[in-house]
């Protein structure tokens, strides 16, 4: 199985030249039907929302954003609702230093970083790959098998321990393809 992970803002020419041949998958939330519903940002409803009894989200950004509590604000309910995939993110400048991510909407403990990954974005991402994407992860997994597939990302980091970039959902699907999931 050969699945490469390559930035979105690579040309056309330069992703061609590094893998001739390979089909190119573009799977952020600018990608075209149906490879944007593997984007965290789309909305699929009824994605649980680790830790958190019966609440459900939107989108899986929408949990990662409704969980992070900063110095001055915590939990952002109203980010599970949103079925835009635009106004989800919740930044430094506007709230202040980040201080961790709730474990669950009403828990008392916050996550670090790697936990909250591990804890929050893999539960909740791989839930939908396979509650909400599946026909598209067998199609993949197809693809694969009869040839190179690089699928675009803004972000390339699939290491979870990597917390000096963003994680990638393409190398998170690259790895669920391969049956090659990260640990908890």
Excluded: C
């Amino acid at each position: 199985m050969t699945i490469h992970i390559a930035s979105r803002r690579r040309s056309a020419a330069s992703l061609a030249a590094a893998f001739p041949g390979a089909r190119i998958i573009d799977v952020t939330s600018k990608a075209p039907q149906p490879w944007v519903r593997m984007s965290p940002f789309f909305p699929h409803g009824d994605i649980p929302v680790p830790a958190s009894g019966e609440a459900v989200s939107q989108s899986v950004e929408g949990i990662w954003q409704a969980l992070k509590v900063f110095e001055g604000h915590d939990v952002d309910t109203g980010k599970l609702h949103i079925t835009s995939m635009t106004g989800l993110k919740r930044t430094v400048r506007t709230n202040g230093p980040v201080l961790g991510h709730r474990e669950g909407l009403s828990g008392a403990r916050l996550l670090s970083y790697e936990q909250a990954r591990r804890r929050i974005f893999l539960p909740a991402y791989r839930w939908v790959l396979e509650n909400k994407v599946a026909d598209l992860v067998a199609e993949l997994r197809a693809a694969d098998k009869d040839g190179q597939v690089v699928l675009l990302d803004y972000t390339v980091n699939g290491d979870v321990t990597d917390t000096s970039s963003a994680l990638s959902h393409a190398a998170l699907i690259g790895l669920y393809v391969q049956d090659r999931w990260p640990g908890a």
